[in-house]
C-alpha cells in the first residue's frame, strides 16, 4: 500500500501561471481533501470531495479548482497562480464515518508527504 | 464560529515530561485529535479521543480532555529527541469536518 502520494514534491511559479497538483490514494477512501499549511495558521481546508464526480468549497477556495473524476484521484488546479498561494499543500483521505475498518471508526485522516509551491 | 488554539513552541529536556495544551470552541465536537508531523512529511494520526471521555493513556501518551473548558491536552512521558516535531490538535465536527490548530513546534534538547 503506498497510502497518499502527490506529485509533485516541489514547485516554483511565476505569477500567473497555472498548474495542477496530483493526489492518489489506494485505499478506496470515499472522502478526499486539499488543505493547504502556512506558518502560524495550522491547515486551513481548500476544497473536498466525499465521492467520485463530487467536490465542495472548503475554508479558502478562491483561486483554486478541483475534480475528483476517478475515486482513487483528487486534483487542485491552479489557473493563474498569485504570490498568495506560496504554501505547502497536503491531501488527504478517509473513510465516512463508522465505515471500513477500526481507525475509519474515528475518522483518522491519512495525508500525503505535500507540495511545497512557491508563486514569484 | 469553529477555532482550535495552541501555543506555537514548546522546549524541553530529554527524559523530561512534555505537555502540549490546546482549547477549542465547538462543543459539538465528536473526536479530538493529536496529530503529529516530523520534518517534510505530512501529518500522521498520533491518539485520538472520543468526546464522552476525558482520559486515554497510551504507552508514554496521555490525553486529558476537559469539556467543560473545551481544554486537550497531550502529555508525552520520558520525552526523547526523537520526539521533536510538531503537533496539531484537532476536532472533528459534523459530518465529515476536522477542524485543525496552527501546531505545537516541540524541540527536545539533549
Known amino acids: 500500500n503506498a497510502g497518499v502520494t502527490q506529485t509533485p514534491k516541489f514547485r516554483v511559479l511565476k505569477t500567473g501561471q497555472s498548474m495542477t497538483l496530483l493526489c492518489a490514494q489506494d485505499?478506496?477512501?470515499?472522502?478526499m481533501y486539499w488543505y493547504r499549511q502556512d506558518p502560524g495558521m495550522g491547515l486551513r481546508l481548500i476544497h473536498y470531495?466525499?465521492?467520485?464526480?463530487?467536490?465542495a468549497k472548503g475554508e479558502v477556495p478562491d483561486g483554486y479548482n478541483v475534480s475528483r473524476l476517478k475515486k482513487q484521484n483528487f486534483l487542485l488546479g491552479l489557473e493563474s497562480a498569485a504570490p498568495s498561494q506560496t504554501s505547502v499543500y497536503f491531501c488527504?483521505?478517509?473513510?465516512?464515518?463508522?465505515?471500513?475498518?477500526?481507525?475509519?471508526?474515528?475518522?483518522?485522516?491519512?495525508f500525503g508527504p505535500g507540495t511545497r509551491l512557491t508563486v514569484l | 464560529g469553529e477555532d482550535v488554539e495552541q501555543s506555537l513552541f514548546l522546549s524541553v529536556r530529554e527524559g523530561d515530561s512534555s505537555v502540549i495544551n490546546c482549547t477549542y470552541t465547538?462543543?459539538?465536537?465528536?473526536?479530538l485529535y493529536w496529530y503529529k508531523q516530523e520534518p517534510g512529511a505530512g501529518l500522521q494520526l498520533l491518539t485520538y479521543?472520543?468526546?464522552?471521555?476525558d482520559m486515554k493513556q497510551d504507552q508514554r501518551l496521555t490525553v486529558l480532555l476537559n469539556k467543560k473548558d473545551k481544554h486537550l491536552s497531550l502529555r508525552i512521558a520520558d520525552t526523547q529527541t526523537g520526539d521533536s516535531a510538531i503537533y496539531f490538535c484537532?476536532?472533528?465536527?459534523?459530518?465529515?469536518?476536522?477542524?485543525f490548530g496552527a501546531g505545537t513546534r516541540l524541540f527536545v534538547k539533549a
Open positions: 488527504a483521505s478517509n473513510h465516512p464515518l463508522g465505515q471500513g475498518t477500526d481507525r475509519a471508526s474515528y475518522n483518522e485522516q491519512f
Open positions: 485505499m478506496n477512501h470515499e472522502y
Open positions: 470531495s466525499v465521492g467520485e464526480g463530487t467536490t
Open positions: 465547538d462543543s459539538s465536537s465528536t473526536y
Open positions: 479521543i472520543f468526546s464522552n471521555m
Open positions: 484537532a476536532e472533528r465536527i459534523g459530518g465529515f469536518k476536522t477542524i
